[in-house]
Nanobody
Framework: QVQLVESGGGSVQAGGSLRLSCEVSGNTASSNNVAWFRQAPGKEREGVAHIYHLGAPTYYSDSVRDRFTVSRGVGKNTIFLQMNRLKPEDTAMYYC?????????????????????WGQGTQVTVSS
């Protein structure tokens, strides 16, 4: 298992940007797959983006494609989510999640049950 710690959340106006970070520690082989999820009050947890340990493939939900970018740091123990052109509907608690092994693939990456480790989350609030 790995430990995941998110940071970088905050409050911004619509159209602004934030960069979230997910620090991975422990058995990093268990973080081949890392995904960002978000959950707004009263809504289900939604897969936002996913990256495999090689830096590819990456997947995005339709709601964030072309606005958000997921990447791994040089040491590969930090996963970033660059969020541009933020909208009020992006307001949520953002979580990173991890699992080792083979790539999740397009059919599984957005399924919360696929992941074995979760961080505590970081709040993103976008005002109009």
């Amino acid at each position: 298992q790995v430990q995941l710690v998110e940071s970088g959340g905050g409050s911004v106006q619509a159209g602004g940007s934030l960069r979230l970070s997910c620090e991975v520690s422990g058995n990093t082989a268990s973080s081949n797959n890392v995904a960002w999820f978000r959950q707004a009050p009263g809504k289900e947890r939604e897969g936002v983006a996913h990256i495999y340990h090689l830096g590819a493939p990456t997947y995005y939900s339709d709601s964030v494609r072309d606005r958000f970018t997921v990447s791994r740091g040089v040491g590969k123990n930090t996963i970033f989510l660059q969020m541009n052109r933020l909208k009020p509907e992006d307001t949520a608690m953002y979580y990173c999640a991890a699992r080792g092994g083979a790539a999740a693939g397009v059919d599984r990456w957005r399924t919360p049950a696929f992941y074995e480790s979760w961080g505590q989350g970081t709040q993103v609030t976008v005002s109009s």
